[in-house]
């Protein structure tokens, strides 16, 4: 059984996410008592509850719920922002609290549906309330022959996959709310204050309205968290920035405003865009309160014998520690550089709980697609991406995975933790049960993820679960040099003695791409696929930068013919037989942020069914379509940043530097590309900006409070 209820007060809720509360059933002023498992839930929130009536031996009739999701009704506060907007703020807030007191939550749509203003249903009103809602009805009237809000949106400049987001987000909703308070827009993944304040200039939003000024400082701690890497800023930092906009509400409405609108959330001078302090509080909530199951096993000895049998192996007694710790523990993090044996310890762990007589349901995944199909290279077990496990939708950027429909997982082991943010590590944990059993793997020395946070290193350093740290390198082919000098990174060193699998090409910042060229030139005439080759830079502009080496390559290696079909695409020529990388996870698709494949078909919109360009990428032997504004996730891939190689391995990797790159030149960016060769390293550019970037650590350290609230919760 299904029901809609507006909720009006929590009566009780538990920190493991049982809740009771008292509401209303939409299009009724029936109460009802609700009871059932949810983490999400605030007063005035209409929620679609699936369960079955009870009957309580003390508390009498109620409702408990399997399932609780948000409603497709409006909530009581966008009604109040739409009823100001159309009645051009004549109706006050207190008047518009009273209206749906006495109307209820549909109280739009009666207006809507009784415009003549002598009904019966407004006589108890006063004049001056009937005239401001005849005023309201003629705005409803005067829209109906407006363009449709889609035509408006388009004409702002939003792409047509952009509106497609918006609507599955906003659903039937959509008119109401962006008519009533265009920066709503800001919700939607990717919309930016900029593209909100067309829209908001479209329905003549003043530039001192406290809606647009309070999405300006949303619009602030945005922007100022993804570029530092943070998960909030300090008042102070936010104060210099916003008095720069001559706003004429003080700071301090303009952050009420926002914290009203559960844009921001602000705690002890913290300013957080929510949807990051709500991540940090249910990751520090869910690893208090997870009981994972443990795997009890007897005669471990004979077991990790017959492991070691099966695996053509000895294991020695770090990695035997290892491997009980996770068996006989809660979860477990394991960290460690390349070649120091991580993947032998998971290969061991999955054939333990294989062979185990209480069978565990086990999933693996990796952040990236690429990520993902090494470890399942690697261990002989199935991998996929998190957002693939997680049934992510990428039209209304939400995961089908969640609290109400969790994994049917005991044992969820995550690769390549140090790539996973706070908002997606706790998107996660949001579809664990309280029972799962984590093993978090990763190198806290690589890069840390491009969105807000630092997860895995925040994990580790809060000590709330098992941290087994790798060091002895295991991983000794040939002597490689390319894990001798990643780790002599990690100790600011860079080594003279580069031989074997490490090479060495002294150049000058203009004369790198000469050097490129020959190299992949020779690798080509080795045998090798231009696939397995990878040039890797720190930053896009400048002579040896992404963008100029991929222009170069490109012009070498598949240049203009007229055996070849090309197209140009916001300046950048695609051929046929370009390599290019994926931008965005696609996984309806099966193609993810990372991938990188060849171009073999480009079909011009006159040879195409829907008169659309369409390109046809082939990534080894999954061919996907591209047309529309999904042309624009893709890019050259002959060279690409260090931070999109991370979670792949090359056979190759050509690694540039040069003193050009200055304040890139740090460490743990040159570990991690170092880190991407598989068998052939060979750095490109001026030894002496290797030096630097060996003794160079990152400027910015980030901050979150993850930590904080693990140590707590730890200690409580």
Not at 485 to 508: C, F, T, Y
């Amino acid at each position: 059984m299904k029901i809609e209820v507006t909720v009006k007060k929590i009566i009780y809720q538990t920190q493991h996410g049982y809740v009771v509360f008292s509401g209303e059933l939409v299009g009724q002023t029936q109460e009802i008592i609700c009871v059932g498992q949810t983490s999400k839930l605030q007063k005035d929130m209409i929620v679609k509850c699936e369960g079955e009536y009870i009957e309580h031996p003390t508390y009498g009739l109620q409702f408990a719920f399997q399932s609780l999701e948000l409603s497709d009704h409006m909530n009581r506060t966008q009604i109040s922002y739409a009823l100001r907007h159309l009645s051009e703020k004549s109706l006050t807030y207190k008047e518009i609290d009273e209206l749906i007191d006495h109307f209820g939550i549909e109280l739009l749509h009666i207006i809507k549906d009784h415009q003549d203003m002598d009904h019966p249903l407004y006589d108890h009103l006063s004049k001056k309330v009937k005239k401001k809602i005849a005023h309201v009805i003629d705005m409803l009237k005067a829209q109906e022959d407006e363009e449709t809000i889609t035509d408006i949106l388009i004409m702002c400049g939003l792409s047509s996959t952009m509106i497609g987001n918006i609507n599955a987000t906003f659903k039937e909703n959509l008119s109401f709310i962006i008519k009533s308070d265009p920066y709503e827009l800001l919700r939607i993944d990717g919309i930016g204050f900029k593209s909100a304040d067309k829209v908001g200039q479209w329905f003549k939003i003043p530039n001192d309205d406290i809606r647009r000024e309070s999405a300006l400082i949303y619009d602030i701690v945005s922007n100022m968290t993804f570029q530092r890497g943070d998960t909030y800023v300090l008042l102070d930092d936010i104060l210099n920035e916003f008095d720069s906009y001559q706003t004429l509400h003080s700071l301090e409405d303009c952050l009420e405003f926002a914290t009203m609108k559960q844009y921001i959330v602000v705690e002890h001078h913290h300013v957080y865009p929510a949807i990051n302090y709500h991540a940090e509080v249910f990751i520090s909530e869910f690893l208090k309160s997870s009981q994972p199951k443990l795997l009890p096993y007897q005669h471990m000895d004979q077991r990790l014998k017959e492991v070691e049998a099966l695996m053509g192996i000895e294991l020695d007694s770090s990695q035997i520690e290892a491997i009980t710790s996770f068996i006989s523990l809660g979860h477990m993090v394991l960290t460690g550089g390349p070649g120091t044996g991580k993947t032998t310890i998971v290969k061991a762990i999955l054939k333990l709980i294989e062979m185990s007589e209480n069978p565990r349901v086990v999933h693996c995944c990796a952040p990236t697609g690429r990520a993902a199909k090494r470890l399942s290279q690697l261990t002989s077990f199935p991998a996929s991406t998190l957002h693939s496990l997680l049934q992510w939708n990428k039209e209304s950027n939400t995961f089908s995975r969640n609290e109400t429909n969790p994994l049917l997982v005991d044992i969820l082991i995550i690769d390549e933790m140090s790539m996973i943010d706070v908002v997606l590590f706790a998107h996660t944990l949001r579809a664990c049960p309280p029972h799962v059993k984590l093993l978090l793997i990763g190198d806290p020395n690589q890069l840390p993820p491009v969105s807000p946070g630092n997860v895995l290193l925040d994990i580790m350093e809060s000590n709330v679960m098992k941290c087994v740290s790798l060091e002895y390198i295991y991983r000794q082919k040939s002597e490689s040099d390319i894990l001798r000098l990643a780790h002599s990174m990690l100790k600011h060193v860079w080594l003279d003695d580069l031989r074997l699998d490490v090479k060495h090409i002294e150049s000058s910042a203009k004369h790198v791409r000469d050097h490129v060229i020959t190299l992949i030139t020779k690798a080509l005439e080795k045998g090798y696929r231009i696939e397995d080759i990878q040039v890797l830079s720190p930053m896009y502009k400048g002579v040896a930068g992404v963008d100029a080496l991929n222009h170069v390559c490109q012009k070498v290696f598949n240049p203009h013919s007229e055996d070849k079909r090309e197209v140009l695409i916001h300046g950048k020529i695609f051929r046929e037989f370009d390599k290019v990388l994926q931008l965005k996870n696609r996984p309806d698709d099966h193609v993810y942020n990372g991938d990188i494949g060849i171009i073999v078909d480009v079909i011009h919109p006159f040879e195409s069914d829907n008169q659309q360009l369409t390109l046809v990428v082939d990534y080894d032997g999954h061919f996907v379509e591209y047309q529309g504004d999904y042309l624009h996730q893709l890019t050259h891939a002959y060279a690409l940043s260090v931070h999109k190689s991370q979670g792949s391995e090359y056979p190759i990797v050509i690694l540039v530097a040069v003193n050009d790159y200055k304040t890139m030149l740090q460490s743990r960016l040159y570990y991690t590309g170092i880190t991407r060769a598989a068998n052939s390293l060979i750095c490109v550019g001026e030894r002496s900006a290797f030096e630097k970037a060996a003794q160079q650590e990152s400027q910015i350290n980030r901050v979150s409070t993850l930590k904080h609230r693990l140590m707590l919760e730890k200690s409580s």
